[in-house]
């Protein structure tokens, strides 16, 4: 009985090992590739789209990259995190953006080093600009009686506190920091855009521009979808013919090859088993 059971396992193990590789040269493009990153949605942390872009960097066969932009924009700090990246990974293989609906304030601030930009006519971009948004509620606090205490070690530790209004000097210093970051950003545009820093400026008051017109103001290089920015991609990286696109969710992994192309019984079955992945995403 044990024998059986025995060679009823190796036949298992054997038929999961089968499916695995069919299904890999079935759905994992070999060859020359051009990677896809989507970043979508608000930019409030940057560790995932920069791990990413450092592994098809470290990928030979992947030779160009598109990073699809669909962003309004988010925090300054994990923007300048991802340019950073975006600006390296341009060194060494071609970076092609494509913007979708919008790729605004941070979401322009990350595009800015690419090799080249797409925007579809109608995308809403540009917004290089900062702004910091305190609400005041010590109106209504005092209307119903109740008294924030504050102790605090510093003059202005309780800066921009949401339970007073913000006072003179207050301003001053909190308008000090935005200017700064503002001029981080026109430099960034323009060390990105290879644009004249006084050019930048001009336009760097947080107004927004169509994809059309941000194509006539320098903004982007090119109209055209996704499809057109990864074809460029692949002919600026001398790939012929059409190129296998590969993106994070065609990693090696066993577990989405079999959830995705075998049925709901035998996924279970597998489950049931606890089997381990050799391949992670």
């Known amino acids: 009985m044990k ?3 025995l060679i009823l396992f190796i036949i298992f193990v054997l038929a999961v090992i089968s499916l ?3 299904f890999a040269q079935r759905e994992i493009p070999i060859g020359e590739k051009v990677a896809l990153i989507k970043i979508e949605g608000p930019i409030f942390e940057s560790t ?3 791990d990413e872009l450092k592994g098809h960097l470290k ?3 992947v030779k160009a990259i598109v990073i699809r932009v669909d962003s309004p924009g988010g925090a300054v700090a994990p923007s300048q995190e991802i340019y950073e990246e975006v600006r390296k990974a341009a060194a060494k293989k071609k970076v092609v953006v494509s913007m979708g609906s919008v790729a605004a304030s941070g979401g322009y601030y990350i595009s800015a080093p690419a090799t080249k930009i797409f925007a579809n006519p109608g995308t809403l971009t540009g917004s ?3 702004i910091m948004e305190i609400p005041n509620i010590q109106g209504l606090m005092n209307k119903i009686g109740v008294k924030n205490e ?7 530790k309780d800066i921009a506190s949401v339970f007073r209004g913000i006072g003179k000097e207050e301003r001053i210093i909190l308008q000090g920091v935005l200017d700064d970051v503002h001029e981080q950003f026109i430099k960034a545009v323009s060390e ?3 644009m004249r820093i006084e050019d930048v400026r001009n336009i760097a008051d947080g107004r927004v521009f169509t994809g059309q017109q941000a194509l006539k103001a320098g903004l982007v290089d090119e109209l055209g979808n996704i499809e057109d920015a990864i074809k460029d991609a692949a002919k600026l990286a001398g790939i012929k013919g059409e190129p296998q696109v590969i993106s994070k969710k065609e990693g090696f992994s066993l577990k989405n090859i079999i959830k995705d192309n075998i049925p709901e019984e035998v996924n279970n079955l597998f489950t049931s088993v606890k ?5 992670t995403p």
């Open 3 to 5: 024998k059986f059971l």
């Open 192 to 194: 990105g855009r290879k």
């Open 275 to 279: 089997i381990k992945y050799i391949f």
């Open 59 to 61: 990928d030979p066969s």
């Open 20 to 22: 695995f590789f069919v």
């Open 128 to 130: 290089i600009g900062v």
């Open 48 to 50: 995932k789209s920069i």
């Open 150 to 156: 504050v102790i605090k070690s510093g003059k202005h």
